[in-house]
């Protein structure tokens, strides 16, 4: 069993797509034992404790250098023996100390198809704003792997949805997570729990 952590920081969404997946059984390999929250007010939070798991708050701010905020979150993830790491929703960068403990074990899920609207700066609502500005007719959802460069890793997995006359940002943030995040995340988990587990078996 894949034992994996959650990284989040607003209102979890992806982390209850996640929780659902495995309450429903789409997700045999993986268990979700952790959410680490970059903020004590993350709604994330409340969803996690409603299901049992359970939660860090470890905020960058409550560290005086980002050395010591990275090696506190690694130390986390180490205690709990996590094998796999998803940022849902998750507003800070993860450190090279990370990345570097766990080559092709963090999975991200961003909200659109990269390499459009992404990058610095590029979250939450403003990825559907850039992209209604630039007059895109279909936008959509990317799960790829965390390298140090922001939402510049490998693709995983994306999925397309269509924009419609009248959308404003919030309507269209709505749809790219139903029809495209809620759905891809899960089954990126699902695929990579997979995979991990059976390198395991064979090693
Ligand atoms: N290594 C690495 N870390 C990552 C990603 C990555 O692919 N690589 N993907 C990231 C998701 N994308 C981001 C990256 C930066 C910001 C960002 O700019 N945050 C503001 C704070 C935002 C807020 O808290 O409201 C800041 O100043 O840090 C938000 C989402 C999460 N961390
Ligand atoms: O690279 C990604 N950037 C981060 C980002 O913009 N994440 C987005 O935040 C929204 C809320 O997530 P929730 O907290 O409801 O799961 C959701 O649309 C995520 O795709």
Redesign the pocket.
């Known amino acids: 069993m894949i034992r994996i952590a959650v990284m989040?920081s607003?209102?979890?969404?992806?982390?209850q797509a996640l929780l659902d997946a495995e309450a429903a059984g789409k997700i045999p390999a993986g268990k979700i034992v952790l959410t680490v929250a970059s903020r004590g007010d993350a709604y994330?939070l409340k969803r996690a404790e409603a299901a049992g798991v359970k939660t860090k708050v470890i905020s960058r701010k409550s560290f005086a250098s980002t050395e010591d905020f990275d090696q506190a979150v690694l130390a986390c993830m180490k205690e709990n023996q996590i094998e796999l790491i998803v940022l849902?929703?998750y507003?800070s960068m993860v450190g090279k100390p990370l990345i570097d403990a766990y080559p092709k074990r963090i999975l991200?899920?961003?909200?659109s198809l990269i390499p459009s609207f992404?990058g610095k700066g590029f979250?939450?609502l403003k990825?559907h704003e850039a992209a209604l500005a630039r007059g895109v007719k279909v936008t959509g959802a990317t799960v790829h792997y965390v390298n140090e460069i922001t939402?510049g890793g490998e693709i995983l997995l994306q999925k397309p949805v269509n924009v419609l006359p009248g959308d404003t940002p919030e309507v269209l943030?709505q749809r790219v997570?139903e029809e495209a995040?809620w759905q891809i995340l899960p089954e990126a988990v699902k695929m990579v729990s997979e995979e991990l587990e059976k390198e395991k078996n064979h090693d």
Do not use: R
Request: some cysteine.
């Open positions: 989040v607003g209102g979890g969404t992806n982390l994330a849902a929703g507003l991200n899920i961003h909200p992404c979250y939450g990825v939402d943030q997570m995040e």
